[in-house]
């Protein structure tokens, strides 16, 4: 045998026993590190691995420490949030699409087009309302504008653009055009003026004849006049004459408010009241519903008003975090890479509002069963209640994030949709011009859905 061969031999003989040495300082080394995982699971402890910002994200189960809670702004100093102010939703339940409209400005403001505009243009502001409303007929709600996804409005946006808010809700006789109250009155009339419109087809002009409504009197009398005219028309001519008195009312009430009519440029209150008796007798024609109207009135009020973006809005994307399955830790992380990556973009967030309406610590999502069988997400602390009696869920922005050297916690700062005054919220909160510094884990903790846009 060669002293080649004793040499492979003697590797051979000895290979096993290496082996098994190899594998058991494995297994040690493996039971040591899960034993400090365990141990920094909730102590703050972080990595050092780094995005495209140079800011360090934090390990799944970690709270952050003061080396990793850095600072970051995206509401001044030029961020992409620092044009946009803080707006009011009202009492509308639009959340979603003022959520939209911010990630999408902010994206644009941030991107300048190759010859340095922006996209759009640099005072142009989304409109949320008819965002909300231009939604509501995507998916095919045709009574209820309000409840929806942000990325379904924001996909609204990118696909066909935006209507500018000061076009709309127009800054005449000093007014606030980011005032949701305004927007409240308009949205109030509106229904008001359908209902009133139904009440007015169904009044019997003979309390005598109970089968005599003022529709069918008014059909009766387009008959006798119109003989050759199809059924439909008769019925169709018969609702504008009752919806034009409604219908000027309306004009009435743009014109006090100092919001656009409809109708031909120059028309007059003459030409609008007629476009509204039109939309006013479309919307009970064949069970349109109120979302027809809305949509037809901003349609024709923001004609020469909207912006497309083509090719500068990116794909919007969403990540769903279900109740129940402890995904808080992961959401966490996921928020703080999102808002420190390389050109950070504010991040919209799905809440329960009771994480900025009421004192910490407030937990409270999980699913519950229905009577009918249904899975629904509720937000109530306890889930054998029934969910009105506790929280509903709404849709804010994640602004920025900061170490709180009082509490010893990071932070971040929520821009929520209900003006800029700090009434109404829990003193334990801090508060800035309607944006609220909540502690990362009431976050995690009240959070089920997270939308943005760019690379994740």
Same mark, same amino acid.
């Given at each position: 045998?060669?002293?080649?061969?004793?040499?492979?031999?003697?590797?051979?003989?000895?290979?096993?026993?290496?082996?098994?040495?190899?594998?058991?300082?494995?297994?040690?080394?493996?039971?040591?590190l899960?034993?400090?995982a365990?141990?920094?699971?909730?102590?703050?402890?972080?990595?050092?691995?780094?995005?495209?910002?140079?800011?360090?994200?934090?390990?799944?189960?970690?709270?952050s420490?003061?080396?990793?809670?850095?600072?970051?702004?995206?509401?001044?100093?030029?961020?992409?949030?620092?044009?946009?102010?803080?707006?009011?939703?009202?009492?509308?339940?639009?959340?979603?699409?003022?959520?939209?409209?911010?990630?999408?400005?902010?994206?644009?403001?941030?991107?300048?087009?190759?010859? +340095?505009?922006?996209? *759009? /243009?640099?005072?142009?502001?989304?409109?949320? @309302?008819?965002?909300?409303? %231009?939604? #509501? =007929? $995507?998916?095919?709600?045709?009574?209820?504008?309000?409840?929806?996804?942000?990325?379904?409005?924001?996909?609204?946006?990118?696909?066909?653009?935006?209507?500018?808010?000061?076009?709309?809700?127009?800054?005449?006789?000093?007014?606030?055009?980011?005032?949701?109250?305004?927007?409240?009155?308009?949205?109030?009339h509106?229904?008001?003026?359908?209902?009133d419109?139904?009440?007015?087809?169904?009044t019997?002009?003979?309390?005598?004849?109970?089968?005599?409504?003022?529709?069918?009197?008014?059909?009766?009398?387009?008959?006798?006049?119109?003989?050759?005219?199809?059924i439909?028309?008769?019925?169709?001519?018969?609702?504008?004459?009752?919806?034009?008195?409604?219908?000027?009312?309306?004009?009435?009430?743009?014109?006090?408010?100092?919001?656009?009519?409809? +109708?031909?440029?120059? *028309? /007059?209150?003459?030409?609008?009241?007629q476009? @509204?008796?039109?939309?006013? %007798?479309? #919307? =009970? $024609?064949?069970?349109?519903?109120?979302?027809?109207?809305?949509?037809?009135?901003?349609?024709?009020?923001?004609?020469?008003h909207?912006?497309?973006?083509?090719?500068?809005?990116p794909?919007?994307?969403?990540?769903?975090?279900?109740?129940?399955?402890?995904e808080?830790?992961?959401l966490?992380?996921?928020?703080?890479?999102?808002?420190?990556?390389?050109?950070?973009?504010?991040?919209?967030?799905?809440?329960?509002?009771?994480?900025?309406?009421?004192?910490?610590?407030y937990?409270?999502?999980?699913?519950r069963?229905?009577?009918?069988?249904?899975?629904?997400?509720?937000?109530?602390?306890?889930?054998?209640?029934?969910?009105?009696?506790?929280?509903?869920?709404?849709a804010?922005?994640?602004?920025?994030?900061?170490?709180n050297?009082?509490?010893?916690?990071?932070?971040?700062?929520?821009?929520?949709?209900?003006?800029?005054?700090?009434?109404?919220?829990?003193?334990?909160?801090?508060?800035?011009?309607?944006?609220?510094?909540?502690?990362?884990?009431?976050?995690?903790?009240?959070?089920?859905?997270?939308?943005?846009?760019?690379?994740?």
């Amino acid at each position: 045998m060669t002293l080649r061969e004793r040499n492979v031999a003697r590797e051979e003989r000895s290979a096993p026993k290496t082996m098994f040495f190899l594998a058991l300082i494995g297994v040690l080394a493996f039971l040591w590190l899960r034993g400090e995982a365990r141990a920094n699971g909730n102590t703050g402890a972080g990595y050092t691995a780094r995005y495209g910002s140079g800011q360090p994200a934090l390990t799944t189960g970690a709270l952050s420490t003061r080396e990793s809670c850095t600072s970051i702004r995206l509401d001044r100093d030029g961020g992409p949030l620092s044009r946009i102010p803080v707006l009011d939703q009202g009492s509308r339940g639009i959340c979603f699409a003022f959520s939209a409209a911010q990630l999408a400005d902010a994206w644009r403001f941030s991107h300048p087009l190759s010859d +340095g505009s922006i996209s *759009g /243009g640099a005072g142009h502001l989304s409109s949320p @309302l008819p965002i909300s409303i %231009a939604s #509501a =007929v $995507d998916a095919g709600r045709r009574y209820e504008f309000e409840g929806g996804l942000t990325e379904e409005a924001l996909r609204r946006i990118r696909l066909h653009g935006s209507c500018d808010q000061n076009a709309i809700f127009s800054a005449t006789g000093g007014r606030d055009p980011n005032d949701g109250a305004r927007s409240d009155r308009l949205t109030q009339h509106i229904r008001q003026s359908i209902d009133d419109f139904i009440d007015a087809l169904r009044t019997r002009p003979d309390p005598s004849d109970p089968w005599e409504t003022r529709y069918t009197l008014a059909m009766r009398q387009l008959q006798h006049v119109h003989p050759d005219w199809a059924i439909s028309r008769v019925a169709a001519q018969a609702r504008y004459q009752i919806a034009q008195p409604f219908a000027q009312a309306f004009c009435s009430f743009l014109e006090s408010e100092g919001l656009p009519l409809p +109708g031909a440029p120059q *028309g /007059g209150l003459v030409n609008s009241a007629q476009v @509204l008796a039109a939309y006013l %007798a479309r #919307a =009970v $024609d064949l069970g349109t519903g109120d979302t027809d109207f809305y949509a037809r009135y901003f349609e024709n009020v923001c004609r020469g008003h909207t912006e497309r973006f083509t090719g500068v809005i990116p794909t919007e994307q969403s990540r769903f975090f279900p109740p129940g399955r402890n995904e808080a830790p992961e959401l966490r992380s996921t928020l703080h890479r999102l808002i420190s990556r390389g050109g950070a973009q504010p991040v919209g967030i799905d809440i329960c509002t009771n994480m900025i309406r009421s004192v910490p610590p407030y937990r409270g999502m999980h699913y519950r069963t229905e009577p009918d069988g249904r899975r629904v997400l509720g937000c109530t602390a306890d889930p054998a209640l029934p969910q009105d009696s506790g929280d509903g869920t709404h849709a804010v922005v994640v602004a920025g994030r900061r170490w709180n050297e009082s509490s010893g916690r990071c932070q971040f700062l929520v821009r929520n949709s209900w003006g800029t005054s700090c009434a109404g919220y829990p003193s334990e909160l801090d508060c800035e011009q309607g944006s609220l510094w909540v502690d990362e884990a009431d976050v995690g903790e009240s959070t089920f859905n997270l939308t943005w846009l760019g690379a994740p």
